[in-house]
């Protein structure tokens, strides 16, 4: 029930504070004309409350304009590291969209404390933005505006710019040292996703014992009933030599849900239209089916901390002498240890087992002029060949679609074709380019290919850089 009186008959007695000490006291000066967009931020919206933070970071920031103006719109962005990029904030953008427009509705925007809205350099690029369309940047640490020209400001953001991003590194790297001590020693399950097989099972309480007070539980990696004979399956198969497409089909020709048709929940992000080789290569590689606990796989790099564009961080495979693996079996295992290290030696061979090397010249620039598919390299009859299959896949049937006929071409017949359409004398325009593909390279040509005839078009990729 909402309470239409927010302080009760206390809120009356507190507003008419008749005593000696306030008698004597400062009147506050009348609001002043400007008006004021406050920006506030905070990244753990689980471990804090958002009403708090929000409350604590607009009282410093009415202490800055203090009788100089009041706050009509406030953005406040929830769960968002300071490192990303104010474009790629989802309040930060709609402010510097209005700010951007013109005419915003605001003359400045004030932010409650430095760390909270700013790391590295982004104040810089914040405020040279608000300064080209004349709206004023305000700081606790500058004492009220932002004025880039006065050196005392700049070195006032250098100073609290690199110690914003220093704390973000400290606590970055004494997490990591934590959570890789935490996986190899303890063989603790540190979030994310449970593997295609595994559901997650409560397993006593928290190790924190502040957590465990609150209740919560630790959480350990358990055999899903549903789809667990399906990973033991996919590793059976492999290790009677059968191929990743081979699995891959077998299992849609079965109608088994593949991992993101399966739990939709934790993958919207995927299509879940059915099994692919990938997919059955990423269970097969996953070493936490032994029952150990691995962790540090992927890896963030984090390069862009500017304020207003670019990608701030990316993910990337860590090198597997970079994995840690826990001490000891802390889950049920869907496979044996020796069983996993001989199924990651059913591979293709890297070369022929003669041991010669095969060479493709026109890799990369040809392109499918059905389907507008890059041409894949195949080595059929001891030559060079390059084909499109328009998508088709051995690890899928066709779906009812009619099958119109892979565009197929031998190496040295392109190589007779090919220099047809280029400029007469071509190579003593580039005489640094011995070959068609150097020429086409150089150029930023495509050959593109139908089931009987070439042509060539300039890459689109290319002329876009």
Request: charged share 25%; glycine share 8%; hydrophobic share 35%.
């Amino acid at each position: 029930m909402k309470n239409i009186n927010p302080g009760g008959s206390l809120r009356p007695w507190r507003e008419a504070d008749v005593s000696p000490r306030a008698r004597g006291r400062r009147t506050v000066k009348p609001a002043g004309q400007l008006r004021f967009a406050f920006y506030g931020r905070f990244s753990t919206k689980e471990h804090q409350d958002p009403e708090t933070s929000r409350r604590w970071q607009l009282e410093c920031a009415n202490q800055v304009i203090a009788g100089l103006g009041n706050i009509v719109v406030e953005y406040v962005d929830v769960g968002v590291s300071r490192r990303r990029s104010w474009r790629r904030r989802p309040q930060a953008a709609l402010l510097l969209d209005a700010v951007s427009r013109g005419k915003p509705g605001f003359d400045a925007v004030v932010v409650g404390e430095y760390e909270r809205a700013f790391c590295g350099r982004q104040a810089f690029e914040i405020a040279e933005l608000f300064q080209q369309h004349d709206v004023g940047l305000w700081l606790p640490e500058t004492l009220g505006a932002v004025d880039l020209a006065d050196p005392a400001h700049r070195a006032v953001l250098i100073e609290v710019g690199a110690r914003s991003l220093r704390e973000v590194q400290r606590d970055r790297h004494r997490a990591i040292e934590a959570m890789s001590a935490q996986a190899q020693y303890q063989g603790r399950y540190l979030g994310g996703r449970p593997p295609y097989g595994y559901c997650l099972v409560d397993a006593g309480p928290h190790p924190n014992a502040s957590h465990a007070r609150w209740g919560r539980q630790q959480q350990r990696l358990a055999p899903d009933l549903a789809t667990a004979r399906h990973v033991r399956w996919i590793f059976a198969r492999r290790l009677a030599g059968g191929s990743m497409t081979g699995i891959a089909r077998d299992l849609n020709d079965r109608g088994v849900p593949c991992p993101s048709a399966y739990d939709r929940g934790r993958n919207q992000h995927r299509s879940g239209a059915g099994w692919a080789v990938t997919t059955v290569a990423a269970i097969l590689a996953n070493p936490r089916y032994t029952g150990r606990q691995v962790w540090n796989r992927q890896a963030v790099q984090h390069h862009d901390t500017d304020g207003v564009s670019g990608a701030d961080q990316q993910r990337t495979r860590t090198a597997r002498r970079d994995w840690v693996i826990s001490d000891r079996v802390v889950h049920e295992p869907l496979v044996s240890e020796a069983d996993f290290i001989a199924t990651q030696a059913v591979n293709a061979l890297d070369r022929p087992a003669d041991g010669s090397t095969r060479t493709y010249q026109l890799v990369g620039v040809l392109r499918c002029a059905a389907c507008d598919r890059r041409l894949e390299s195949h080595w059929s009859y001891d030559r060079a060949w390059y084909r499109c299959r328009h998508g088709y896949s051995s690890a899928s049937t066709t779906g009812g679609r009619a099958w119109t006929g892979s565009v197929y071409w031998r190496e040295d017949r392109l190589l007779e074709q090919i220099p047809a359409l280029l400029p007469a004398g071509w190579r003593q325009l580039s005489p640094e380019m011995e070959t068609v593909a150097g020429y086409l390279r150089s150029h930023g040509l495509l050959v593109v290919c139908s089931r009987d005839a070439v042509a060539l078009q300039p890459d689109a990729a290319l002329s876009a850089r």
